[in-house]
């Protein structure tokens, strides 16, 4: 079956990164692009980007440019996203999701705790 | 960048009732629309793409519909666990906007 776990919860301080994992295992990583989605305590869906699974082409969201990167790794079916310049305003629920159009299937979210 | 407007907010209903979600795109974007469904405490899950493709195993009471610039949600009949927030999301371009999002009660 389609999976896509990701990496454990962090607590970072003002100013540092996070990189957040997401394996997958179940389909073709190459036939898909991983969306990147995260949400504020309380708050809404926020979409941070996307990357292909097959050339490594990507799209930020504007609010992030300069911030964040996302990377694949196609030997191990693995994006990876890291956001750097944390401040408290980073706070979040991610989550990667199968999909550059919709998301069909979805991770089960990393806590990233941005607190002094 | 094309701003995604969902109505409402917020909406309370009785089960049984039929309950329709409207999501209105600033320009047109033919039928590049999903609509999610995230329980408290849960991961999103796909219920609709292309604006009205029912995405499989989803109950048959949740319909899309819509292009252009306004869609639809409708639950035909509203069950007691379809107490949600419901999101629609633009996908064809970027950025690949949400809607603030409909929470549904009963």
């Known amino acids: 079956q389609i999976q896509l776990v990701q990496s454990g919860a962090e607590v970072k301080k003002p100013g540092a990164s996070v990189k957040v994992s997401c394996k997958t295992s179940?389909?073709?990583?190459?036939?898909?692009?991983i969306t990147w989605v995260r949400q504020a305590p309380g708050q809404g869906l926020e979409w941070m980007g996307w990357?292909?699974?097959?050339?490594?082409?990507?799209n930020y969201a504007q609010k992030l440019q300069g911030r964040v990167t996302m990377t694949t790794d196609t030997s191990t079916s693995t994006a990876y996203m890291e956001l750097r310049s944390l401040t408290s305003d980073d706070t979040a629920v991610y989550y990667c999701?199968?999909?550059?159009?919709?998301?069909?299937?979805w991770g089960q979210g990393a806590l990233v705790t941005v607190s002094s | 960048d094309i701003q995604m407007t969902q109505s409402p907010s917020s909406l309370s209903a009785s089960v049984g009732d039929r309950v329709t979600i409207t999501c209105r795109a600033s320009?047109?974007?033919?039928?590049?629309l999903a609509w999610y469904q995230q329980k408290p405490g849960k991961v999103p899950k796909l219920l609709i793409y292309?604006?009205?493709t029912l995405q499989s195993g989803v109950p048959s009471r949740f319909s899309g519909s819509g292009s252009g610039t306004d869609f639809t949600l409708t639950i035909s009949s509203l069950q007691p666990e379809d107490v949600a927030t419901y999101y629609c999301?633009?996908?064809?371009?970027?950025?690949?906007?949400f809607g603030q999002g409909t929470k549904v009660e009963i």
């Open positions: 999701a199968r999909g550059g159009g919709y998301a069909d299937y």
């Open positions: 179940g389909y073709t990583f190459s036939n898909y692009g």
């Open positions: 990357i292909s699974g097959n050339n490594g082409n990507r």
């Open positions: 320009q047109g974007i033919s039928n590049y």
């Open positions: 292309t604006a009205s």
């Open positions: 999301q633009k996908y064809n371009s970027v950025p690949k906007t």
